[in-house]
C-alpha cells in the first residue's frame, strides 16, 4: 500500500489485516519503487499525489517489469481525464477518495482472485516486422531469424519504447523509467541500446522504419 495520509492509511491497513491480508505500507513513490523491487507482491495500492515521486510514474514504471500484478490506484483525482490515463498506464481498477472501506475490500478481493485465474499474455509477446519480441524469457528472433538474449535493462527499455509508439520518449523519461532515480548511466548507454534494436529489427539499420532518434529530445518507436 502506497498512502501519504496517515490515518487513511492506518484505517486501510487495519481493514486489509482483518480480512488476513499481509501489508506492507509505504507513504511516498521512492519508497514504494524500492519496495517493489526487493519484495514479492500480489497486490499494489497505489495513491496518485504521493511525495518525491507521483502514483502515475509508480505504475508505469512498475508495469515496464511486471505486467500481472494487479495495481488499484486510490486517488482524489477523480477527473475522466485522471481515470484513463491511469487505466492506459497500466492500473487495473480506480478509486477516487473518499471510498467506502467495504468497497475497497471488494474491490481488492476481486482483483486477488482475478489475478490467480487470469494472466496477461497478450503483453508478453510483441512483433515488430517479422521479429518477435518474448518480454518474459527476455528472448528475440532478429531479422535474420536468429535468436538473441537481451539484457533486464535492454527489455525494459524495449518495452518502454513500445508502449510509447508513436510518440517521443526523453531522455529524462527513459532514465528515470528503466534506471530509476538513484543512479543513472551514461547518456551514451542509451544510444548503444538504440543502435542494437536497430541491428536487430531493422531490415536497413542505416534507415531505421521503427526506432528513430529526435535530435535534442530523444526516442520514437514506430510498428
Known amino acids: 500500500m502506497v498512502e501519504d ?11 486489509l489485516e482483518l480480512e488476513n491480508h499481509q501489508v506492507v505500507w509505504v507513504n511516498n ?12 507482491f500480489d497486490l499494489i495500492l497505489l ?9 502515475f510514474t509508480v505504475c508505469e514504471t512498475i508495469r515496464l517489469e511486471n505486467v500481472q500484478i494487479p495495481i488499484l490506484m486510490m486517488t482524489a483525482k477523480g477527473a475522466s481525464s485522471d481515470r484513463i ?6 492500473a487495473d481498477d480506480y478509486l477516487v477518495k473518499p ?8 474491490r481488492v478481493n476481486k482483483l486477488l482472485k482475478r489475478s490467480i485465474e ?5 503483453l508478453y509477446y510483441y512483433s515488430i516486422g517479422n521479429c518477435k519480441v518474448d518480454f518474459k524469457s ?15 535493462k535492454e ?23 528503466v534506471w530509476g532515480y538513484d543512479v543513472y548511466p551514461s547518456t551514451r548507454t542509451i544510444d548503444n541500446f538504440i543502435l542494437a534494436y536497430r541491428k536487430y529489427f531493422e531490415p536497413n539499420p542505416k534507415e531505421p522504419k521503427h526506432f528513430h532518434s529526435v535530435r535534442g529530445v530523444g526516442y520514437k518507436f514506430t510498428s
Open 5 to 15: 495520509e496517515e490515518h487513511l492509511a492506518d484505517a486501510i491497513l487495519l481493514n
Open 29 to 40: 513513490g521512492k519508497k514504494a519503487l524500492d519496495a517493489f523491487k526487493s519484495e514479492r
Open 47 to 55: 495513491d496518485v499525489m504521493l511525495p518525491e515521486i507521483d502514483g
Open 85 to 90: 490515463n491511469g487505466l492506459k498506464i497500466g
Open 99 to 106: 471510498f467506502d472501506l467495504e468497497e475497497l475490500l471488494l
Open 118 to 122: 487470469t494472466t496477461k499474455e497478450e
Open 138 to 152: 527476455f528472448e528475440i528472433t532478429d531479422t535474420k531469424n536468429e535468436k538473441q538474449v537481451l539484457s533486464k
Open 155 to 177: 527489455i525494459m527499455l524495449l518495452k518502454l519504447l513500445i508502449e510509447k509508439e508513436g510518440h517521443v520518449v526523453s531522455r529524462q523519461e527513459i532514465l528515470e523509467k
